[in-house]
T-cell receptor, first 117, second 113 residues
């Protein structure tokens, strides 16, 4: 149980284009989903917290107009990287929370490798 | 701000028990301790979670002393496939934001044949 999928697994795009990444909880309903970015050999950095039916909460330094997040249902959140540039190339990972033993637990998707040429 | 400190890297031979300790001096009352494993180009995988004392599941044990300022992940009889980065995460994600979802440096475990 508690499986999270992401699509696509990798994408290569030209500078200036927009890319949409989907995150789905396959066997549970997730009230909250999280989006992370990870650069090579670095740790995960939280970008935003996404709650179903409401606006996402972005972390300091993350441009909300550039990284558009939509959480339209309890099983789907999308991250759109608008007008992508080479510095946006990174590994993007989503997670969804479900109630664990007395605390919320995150389950992570497999990640999406974005390369902007 | 329950940030964590872990060793950057560890090496171990196959078949040995590995203990990775995480320091979290500022852990809050509502915080839980969760450990994740991450392989290259994959999302983190949940290993184990605990609040206090000892928790054991089919893959690992988690030891938490009474003051909860540290925790130790114990991997019994590691194999080459356990080579990965292990993250200790402290927080209650019901509290919003990066302060509760801070991934530290992680510990890069290398298992040697």
């Amino acid at each position: 149980g508690a499986v999270v999928s992401q699509h696509p697994s990798r994408v290569i795009c030209k500078s200036g284009t927009s890319v949409k990444i989907e995150c789905r909880s396959l066997d549970f309903q997730a009230t909250t989903m999280f989006w992370y970015r990870q650069f090579p050999k670095k740790s995960l950095m939280l970008m935003a917290t996404s709650n179903e039916g409401s606006k996402a909460t972005y972390e300091q330094g993350v441009e909300k107009d550039k990284f558009l997040i939509n959480h339209a249902s309890l099983t789907l959140s999308t991250l759109t990287v608008t007008s992508a540039h080479p510095e946006d190339s990174s590994f993007y990972i989503c997670s969804a929370n479900t109630l664990g033993q007395g605390a919320d637990t995150q389950y992570f998707g497999p990640g999406t490798r974005l390369t902007v040429l | 701000l329950a940030k964590t400190t872990q060793p950057i890297s560890m090496d171990s031979y196959e078949g040995q028990e590995v203990n990775i300790t995480c320091s979290h001096n500022n852990i809050a009352t509502n915080d839980y301790i969760t450990w994740y494993q991450q392989f290259p180009s994959q999302g983190p995988r949940f290993i184990i979670q605990g609040y206090k004392t000892k928790v054991t599941n089919e893959v690992a044990s988690l030891f938490i002393p009474a003051d909860r300022k540290s925790s130790t992940l114990s991997l019994p009889r590691v194999s080459l496939s356990d080579t990965a980065v292990y993250y200790c995460l402290v927080g209650d994600i019901r509290g919003a934001g990066a302060n509760n979802l801070f991934f530290g440096t992680g510990t890069r475990l290398t298992v040697i044949p």
